[in-house]
């Protein structure tokens, strides 16, 4: 198994930057496929992007794209999450998560093993 542990988080004014962090422990991080969801209250979990086992392929959700990018170093066991240019409606609890597929999913049913989420608050 793998655990993942999310940090970077926190309060931020419309238009500034976080890069959330997602540490992975257990399992060598190349073992999985890894994405960020996020939540806010009374939401469905949303799909924010994901990257493939070695960092060659990313998507994202249209609301994201041109404003987020998701890297990993794999020697380091981490993922991060850069967010740029953040927007009010990106207010949420930010997840990471991890699959075994070999195409990059975008719904949560097919991401096995979670974090504990980090929140982020966009301040307009």
């Known amino acids: 198994q793998v655990q993942l542990v999310e940090s970077g988080g926190g309060l931020v004014q419309a238009g500034g930057s976080l890069r959330l962090s997602c540490a992975a422990s257990g399992r060598t991080l190349n073992t999985y496929v890894m994405g960020w969801f996020r939540q806010a209250p009374g939401k469905e979990r949303e799909f924010v992007g994901a990257?493939?086992?070695?960092?060659?392929?990313?998507d994202y959700t249209d609301s994201v794209k041109g404003r987020f990018a998701i890297s990993r170093d794999n020697a380091k066991n981490t993922m991060y999450l850069q967010m740029n240019n953040l927007k009010p409606e990106d207010t949420a609890a930010y997840y990471c998560a991890a699959a075994q597929t070999t195409s990059l999913p975008r719904s949560a049913l097919d991401f096995r093993f979670w974090g504990q989420g980090t929140q982020v608050t966009v301040s307009s």
């Open positions: 990257v493939s086992r070695y960092g060659s392929s990313t």
